[in-house]
């Protein structure tokens, strides 16, 4: 399989270069090689690679900058990702990118399935609601994966900032009442790597195989949580590996008490049954997924 990843350092491109080494070729670019802001920069490289998969892994991540940068998380997190699609769909390779639980608005609080309605309560949300309706209308191959509250022990992202803060602080705050399922970048990947592995063989063609798995999948790793809950446990774990806190006392908030550009919904637990039916996948606990990439934490 010839593959290229776009945004290979990225917390989830960075950890799919690596697990995606045993199928094939893996060609991974960085910021360097384009810019999303300019669709035509990427698309060169997506034409002269001619992959049998492209994995959309750049995105505009920054969710509160986003009710300000309107145009450039536009461009960058559906304007871009379809032109790519749409290549995609012409050189016969299968399209695969990522969105947020952030497409779904207030509903209630059980986990959501696929079929839902969007109802996106911020731009980023939106920006990624635009892409998923644009690749719904071009009808090309692809696999959407829609995750959620994404860490690892690189980049930026709610585990190191509380280890952070847990070492500068003696009290930190964090809401309680947002609940989601914190997902790890070396979860996705291995996800996405056991997806693909199964894509690689099977009976028809490659563009068969494809368009009969392509849509939107929901991944992220299992069980729910909320905010102040993680933080609590990236505590105890912390203690339990004997780091240097100054923190004393972690404290449970309301969102009502940390007002945000953006805004988040209540409850945003993903459904991952319709994965597993179609891939065989079962994704780890989330507190297991953390104690793993904790030891990776350890290590650095
Ligand atoms: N992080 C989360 O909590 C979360 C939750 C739900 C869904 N997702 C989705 O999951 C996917 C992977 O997320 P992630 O956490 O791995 O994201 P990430 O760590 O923020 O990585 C995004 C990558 O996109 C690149 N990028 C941003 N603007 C660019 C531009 N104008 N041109 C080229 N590259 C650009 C960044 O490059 P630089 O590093 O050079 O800026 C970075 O490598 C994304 O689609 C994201 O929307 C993430």
Known sequence: MNILIL???GQVGYRLHRSLQSLGRVTAYDRESYDYQEPETVLKLVRAARPDVVINAAAWTAVDLSEQET??????????PLAIAEECGRLGSLFVTFSTDYVFGPGEHKPIVETRTRDPLNFYGQSKADMELGLEQLGVPFLNFRTTWVYDSRGKNFLLTMLRLF?????????????GAPTSAPSLAAAITLVLTKLSTGSGTWRERCAAVS?????????????????????????????????????????????????????????????HETFGLQMPHWSEALSLVFEDVLRK
């Open 215 to 275: 849509g939107h999948y929901h991944l992220s790793n299992g069980g729910e949580s909320n905010w102040y809950a993680f933080a609590s446990e990236i505590r105890d774990l912390a203690i339990a590996a004997g780091l240097p806190l100054k923190l004393k006392n972690l404290e449970g908030i309301p969102s009502s008490a940390y007002p945000t550009p953006a805004k988040r919904p209540a409850y945003s637990v993903l459904d991952n049954t319709k994965v």
């Open 71 to 80: 145009t450039a998380t536009r461009t960058i997190n559906a304007t871009t």
């Open 7 to 9: 945004g290979r350092y």
């Open 167 to 179: 070492q500068e602080r003696e009290e930190v705050k964090v809401v309680h009442d947002q609940i």
